[in-house]
């Protein structure tokens, strides 16, 4: 059974960091691109950052260079940096890999 696990999030103040966790378990996504979705309360869904197979990588123009997407093949893991947050951030941050889904994780930017 394939499942995608997200961990890292929680309230942090504006201009503070945190860092978003991936755990895939149930089968290999090394040859996959993975990416970190959010979604705001009355918003769509949005892509926030992908990364390829091969470790070419895709920005929101939202992001302004603040975030980052890694990942570590060995561990089947993506991972978000996330720096110079601000209280639009603020969502529920999905990771998706192939056509699976993790159940998110919250995002709160608020002083």
């Known amino acids: 059974q394939v499942q995608l696990v997200e961990s890292g999030g929680g309230l942090v103040q504006p201009g503070g960091s945190l860092r978003l966790s991936c755990a895939a378990s149930?089968?290999?996504?090394?040859?996959?691109?993975m990416a970190w979705y959010r979604q705001a309360p009355g918003k769509q869904r949005e892509l926030v950052a992908s990364i390829t197979g091969g470790g070419n990588t895709n920005y929101a123009d939202s992001i302004e260079g603040r975030f980052t997407i890694s990942r570590d093949n060995a561990k089947n893991a993506v991972y978000l940096q996330m720096n110079s947050l601000k209280p639009e951030d603020t969502a529920i941050y999905y990771c998706?890999?192939?056509?699976?889904w993790g159940q998110g994780t919250q995002v709160t930017v608020s002083s």
């Open positions: 149930g089968r290999s996504f090394n040859a996959y691109t």
């Open positions: 998706k890999a192939f056509v699976y």
